[in-house]
Every structure is written in structure tokens, then in C-alpha cells.
């Protein structure tokens, strides 16, 4: 039987330059990846620039002359002014809707081979290509669409590398630590890696028709809360190229996240037959992308990524939301985004006017989606206010770009009360920064247990978070609407979770014969809130607006349904059956919304086994009590008693079970057994 024989091994050859480049590349003197995958070459496809390409030298004859023989004519073709005719410049064919690919299942419309970045096959590319970043900074020379965002400093060390530039250019300012840098030389990626991203779709993209709809539902729904995208920016370039020459990650994303709020037309004519399978399909094409590493663009990586991270589907997924938002938030800090990009001088000349305001959105979104997340999952905030100084966004931030978008633009995309949904979004920032406050100081292992004056300092925040629209006029837009009821929502729930705290203990300075009125006040807070909560559900559902409720909708809706539970188990038995009568709304709300988020299922399933818990308690100690006290059972008195026996020590259990839920219920995400019987 033969054996293997190993081959001889082979000799390392030395590096060679590609003998073809563009002109653009030749000019910045980076790597040209012409030759593999055919004009134009992946930089100037990345910079959306024309890409020409001297034609090959032919090889000289050996009966050719001698170059002392040329004359002075010919030898003026070797300028590079005359060595490429017009003709030589090649652009990508137009592909018409009539040639182009369909997949049956979803009718997706394959994106054409020379508006893919690269497929070459030999990879030659240098990881470490953009390792001169840190010399560019210390040059400061950087300038135009060739310059990315580069962040020197870092929180822990307030000097870090930057003291080798303080070093070198004293004048610097001490809070100059944003530079621009040349871009990376793009990566180039093989024919296999290629074929599996189309493989999976990610080139497959929707008719022009859906992409339309699915862009309106997008800034309909989800920018006037998530503003994170320059709408003139991003809608020009789509309107001018179209589909195929737009961010394809980013675009997969956004198709992503507004898959949450498409009617029942849009999903037939999508192929699909639900919410949820649109977001799963739209989801899985984006995530191919991410993890080809396919986006080198730190703002589009960045605003790709807050997007997917609308993503959960159960406690095993290890790329839910709590992992894209955390990925959203290192990649802000890596460019610099938690510090003021205006705070000098230099800086402002570096970096434009639009670019700062998009930043100050990013980051604040990205803060916003922070604590909600936190709260929601029980978790420690990754970002600590006390390490940023980007300023609070303000209502132009959102609104200056908008002048420049054309009026039919607006009114094919944006909605009609954008400047209503600006102030909106300014008032929800404020709320956010109250309840990262909340949870700082209420919330934390290692806290000090607060003063009575510090719960009212804090409640004060919160109500001035809520501004002016608290007595605003509500407008008959319908997206205006249900925009200002989640707002009112994100207010009641704040509120909720400074006081929910203190329903089983008490603050500092409070005596223990001061207790009681503090636990009736902390109490009617609560109740209060939870029952406003109610009112907004009520609002919604006679509006038919339900299903264009947000994601973290869901998750504020968590404190009100705690504070209904534990109003279940009050031994008033009006205030029981009030209690019940109000989870029971929050749970048809939720039931309406497991149609779009897998979350709000999963609420539905843990609130189902505590009420289900409580009644069986309920239950079993009402039987208990008539055994040893048969003679205070009436025929219909376990089904109509106007007080519940034994209160005293019903409540008690009640209260011993309520603890235990609300210490681990806060967390919607727990990983539940499926029970057949809850539905």
C-alpha cells in the first residue's frame, strides 16, 4: 500500500508589486486590485470615483529598435498624459431590470458583479496596512473623501499616545484628540467568500418597488427615534444609483429594522408570511456581511449595527441585542464619538458641521439604547456619563440636514410631522439620561441607599425630562401620535423604576413610624404610573396603533405589568380584581405584538406563569382555610367572597412569591421551560 510522500517544500518567493495599477491608486501609491477583479478597482469603487487604467506595455520584439533609435516623436507617448485614451476608461454596463436574475422565493434582484467590491482570488492584502495611522495624526495632513475619523486619546489614560504628539507639536489643544487619517487599502476577497455571501443573498436584493416601501416604513417608524442616518446624504446617493450602489450592509440593516412595521401587502409581495420571517431574512443577509467583514466604513459599520441591534429572538443567540449595542457603543469609542469633536479649534476646521450633528445622534442613540437595554435586562450600563463630554443634541441637529432634501424627496419618504418627532427624540435623550441616573444611583449592588431628599431630586429630574410636551397638543398625524405615546410610555416607566425599588424597603431617615405613610406614598406613585401606562394602551388599541408600537415599547411596558401583578395580590379584593383587570390589558396589547417581536413572547409566557402561580396559590390556601374552618364556608364563597379568607396570611405568601418574581422578573429575557398551557 503507498503512502503519502510529502512534496518537496516549497520555496518562499518574494513579494511582487501588481505590474498593473489605476491611475487613482498609482497617484496615492496603494494597492490596486485592478488586475484581479477588472476595472474599476475596489478604492475607486469605495470612493464612487471614475477608475482609469493605462493599457499594458506590449512586449518590445526582438527585432524592435533599440531605444537610442526612437525618435524624439515617439518617445512623448511614454507621458502619462498620452498614454490612456478616453476609450480605455471602462465603467460598470447598466443592468436592466429585464436581464436581471430573479430568485423565485422572494423575487430578489441580484446586485451585478462590478458593483461587488472585489473578487479576486490571490489575496495579497497586509493586515496591517493602516498601521501609519497614528504618523498621519502626528502630520495632521489627512484631508478630503481619502480621511477617516481617528481617535488617539482614551478615557483611562487622559494623555495616552497623544503625549508623543503634545511632545511633537506643543500648540496642539488638549482636547484635539480627533485626527483624520488616510483610509485603508481595501481588502480584497476571494472568489470562495464571495460565493457563499451570494449564496446566502446577501447580493439579492428586493425590486425597486419594495425597497421603496420597505425606505418609507424606515423613516416613518424607525429615524424619528433612531435618527442615526444623514437623510439627505444617504437618500441622494439611493435616489442617484439606486439600490445597487448603496452601503449594502447598511441597506440590509435598515430593510432589517422596517420589517417591523410593514403591512400585510408589502410582506405578500415580499414572499413572506410574517413580520418575523421578513426580519429573519433581512437579518441573516446583514449579519453575512458583518462577519465577512465586508463594511470598512466606521460610521456605516457603526449605523449597521445599532440597527441589527433590533435583533433578539431567545436567551441562547449570542448575537442579540444586548451584543449589537454593545459592539455600536466600542466602535464610537474607538473613533472618538463620546468626546466633544468641536471642542477646538483645529477640530472644527477637520471636521464638518453635518458630520458633528450626525455624530451627536449616533451617540446619543446609542446611550439611549443603553439604559433601556440595561434596565429591560437587569444589566450594568456599558456607558458611564461621567466619561463623555458630547454635547446634548439639540432639535437643529436633526432638522438642518432636512433643507437641503428635495421636496419630493420628503414627501415620498419622511413623514409630515418631522419637526414634532425632532422634539420628540430631544425629550426621550433627557428621559434616557434620567433613567441611567436612576439606575446608577438606585440600582447598583454597591450603592449607598439614598436619602428621601435624593428620591425627590431624582423624581424632579424626571418630570423636567418629560419638557413641554407633556401639555403639547397631541397632532392628528397618526405617526405624530403613536410617537408621543411611546414618549409618555418611557416617562411613566422612569418613574416606575426610581420608586419600584423602595415598595418592599425604605430610604435612609425614614422612621419606622414614618414607614407606613412612605410605603402608601410610594405605592400611589407607582399605581399611578402603571395606570397612565394603561391609558396609553387604551389610546392605542382604540386607534388601531398597536402594531406600529417599538421594540422597546416592550420593554417599557415591563414596570407597569410588575406594579398590575403586585396590585393582583392586594387583600382588597377590588383593588386584586383592578390589578388583574389592568395586566390583563398590557397582556392582550403583548399578545397583539408577538406578531414583530420575539420579546414581547416571551414576556407573555413569564407574566402567564405568575399569574398562574398566584392563583394556584391563591387556590390551594383557599382550600386549606374551609378544610379547617368548614363552618365559614358558604356554598358559592370561593367564588364570590367580597374578601378573601385569611388575608392576613394569604397576602404574606403572595408577598413571599411577588419578591422573588420582581427581584428575577426584571430581566424579560429569562430562559423558560415551554408549557403547552401557556399560550
Known amino acids: ?52 487604467v493605462a493599457p499594458r506595455k506590449k512586449p518590445t520584439p526582438l527585432n524592435a529598435p533599440q531605444p537610442e533609435e526612437v525618435s524624439a516623436s515617439t518617445s512623448s507617448l511614454s507621458t502619462p498624459s498620452s498614454r490612456v485614451r478616453p476609450s480605455s476608461t471602462v465603467q460598470p454596463s447598466p443592468v436592466s431590470p429585464a436581464s436581471t436574475p430573479e430568485r423565485v422565493h422572494n423575487a430578489l434582484v441580484d446586485v451585478p458583479d462590478e458593483d461587488i ?117 444617504f437618500l441622494t446617493q439611493y435616489i442617484k444609483g439606486g439600490q445597487q450602489k448603496s452601503n449594502l450592509l447598511l441597506l ?29 431574512s433581512m437579518y441573516t443577509r446583514a449579519k453575512c456581511l458583518y462577519d465577512a467583514d465586508y463594511e470598512k466604513d466606521k460610521t456605516a459599520l457603526i449605523q449597521s449595527v445599532m440597527l441589527m441591534g433590533y435583533w433578539y429572538t431567545d436567551t441562547e443567540d449570542r448575537t442579540g441585542s444586548w451584543h449589537w449595542i454593545g459592539v455600536a457603543i466600542s466602535l464610537c469609542q474607538t473613533i472618538g464619538l463620546h468626546r466633544n469633536l468641536e471642542s477646538g479649534q483645529h477640530q472644527k476646521q477637520r471636521f464638518s458641521s453635518s458630520q458633528c450633528r450626525v455624530w451627536r445622534r449616533i451617540w446619543w442613540s446609542c446611550y439611549i439604547r443603553d439604559a433601556w437595554l440595561s434596565f429591560g435586562m437587569g444589566r450594568p450600563m456599558r456607558i458611564h456619563i461621567e466619561d463623555c463630554d458630547m454635547p446634548l443634541p439639540t432639535v437643529d441637529d436633526v432638522l438642518a440636514e432636512l433643507i437641503d432634501v428635495p421636496a419630493e424627496t420628503k414627501d415620498t419618504y419622511l413623514p409630515a410631522g418631522i419637526a414634532s418627532l425632532a422634539r420628540y427624540w430631544i425629550n426621550l435623550v433627557h428621559i434616557s439620561l434620567a433613567l441611567g441616573n436612576v439606575l446608577s444611583k438606585h440600582y447598583r449592588p454597591r450603592r449607598d441607599t439614598p436619602s428621601l431628599a435624593d428620591l425627590e431630586r431624582d423624581e424632579k429630574e424626571i418630570f423636567q425630562s418629560f419638557g413641554a410636551c407633556r401639555n403639547e397638543t397631541v397632532s392628528a398625524d397618526p405617526i405624530v401620535q403613536v410617537n408621543a405615546y411611546h414618549l409618555q410610555l418611557y416617562y411613566e416607566a422612569t418613574m416606575i423604576a426610581l420608586y419600584r425599588q423602595y415598595l418592599l424597603t425604605s430610604p435612609e431617615g425614614i422612621t419606622s413610624m414614618e414607614k407606613d405613610a412612605w410605603h402608601n406614598t410610594v405605592l400611589e406613585k407607582v399605581k399611578s404610573a402603571a395606570f397612565n401606562t394603561s391609558s396609553i394602551l387604551n389610546q392605542l388599541i382604540s386607534k388601531n396603533m398597536v402594531k406600529f408600537c417599538q421594540a422597546m415599547f416592550v420593554t417599557a411596558l415591563i414596570p407597569a405589568m410588575q406594579i398590575h401583578l403586585y396590585e393582583s395580590t392586594s387583600c382588597n379584593m377590588l383593588a386584586q380584581r383592578h390589578g388583574s383587570h389592568q395586566l390583563d390589558l398590557c397582556m392582550i396589547v403583548l399578545n397583539e405584538l408577538r406578531k414583530t417581536y420575539w420579546a414581547a413572547d416571551f414576556l407573555c409566557r413569564l407574566f402567564s406563569k405568575a399569574q398562574k402561580t398566584l392563583r394556584n396559590t391563591r387556590t390551594s390556601k383557599t382550600a386549606d382555610h374551609a378544610v379547617r374552618n368548614p363552618s365559614q364556608l358558604t356554598p358559592d364563597s370561593t367564588t364570590h367572597s367580597e374578601e378573601p379568607i385569611a388575608p392576613q396570611e394569604t397576602n404574606n405568601d403572595f408577598m413571599f412569591l411577588l419578591d422573588e418574581f420582581l427581584s428575577t422578573g426584571w430581566n424579560p429575557f429569562l430562559s423558560m421551560s415551554e408549557d403547552p398551557n401557556i399560550k
Open 117 to 233: 467590491d472585489s473578487y479576486g482570488q490571490d489575496i495579497d492584502y497586509d493586515e496591517g496596512e493602516n498601521s501609519k495611522a497614528y504618523l498621519a495624526a502626528l502630520e495632521g495632513t489627512a484631508t478630503g473623501s481619502d480621511a477617516v475619523p481617528f481617535y488617539m486619546n482614551c478615557t483611562g489614560d487622559q494623555q495616552g499616545l497623544g503625549f508623543v504628539v503634545d511632545i511633537c507639536r506643543p500648540d496642539r489643544s488638549p482636547n484635539c484628540n480627533h485626527y483624520l487619517v488616510p483610509r485603508a487599502t481595501a481588502k480584497l476577497y476571494s472568489a470562495e467568500d464571495l460565493a457563499v455571501l451570494r449564496m446566502k443573498g446577501a447580493f439579492s436584493l428586493p425590486p425597486d418597488e419594495i425597497c421603496k416601501r420597505l425606505l418609507q416604513c424606515y423613516f416613518n417608524h424607525v429615524h424619528p427615534l433612531l435618527p442615526i442616518l444623514d437623510v439627505n446624504t
Open 1 to 52: 500500500m503507498s503512502q503519502y510522500q510529502p512534496g518537496p517544500i516549497p520555496v518562499a518567493r518574494p513579494r511582487r508589486r501588481s505590474a498593473a495599477a489605476c491611475w487613482t491608486c498609482r497617484e496615492r501609491k496603494v494597492r490596486c486590485n485592478v488586475s484581479q477583479c477588472g476595472p474599476p478597482c475596489t478604492n475607486c469603487v469605495h470612493d464612487a470615483i471614475e477608475c482609469k
Open 252 to 280: 440590509w440593516s435598515i430593510f432589517f429594522a422596517a420589517s417591523s412595521f410593514v403591512d400585510d401587502d408589502l410582506l405578500q409581495a415580499a414572499g413572506h408570511s410574517s413580520r418575523k420571517s421578513m426580519k429573519r
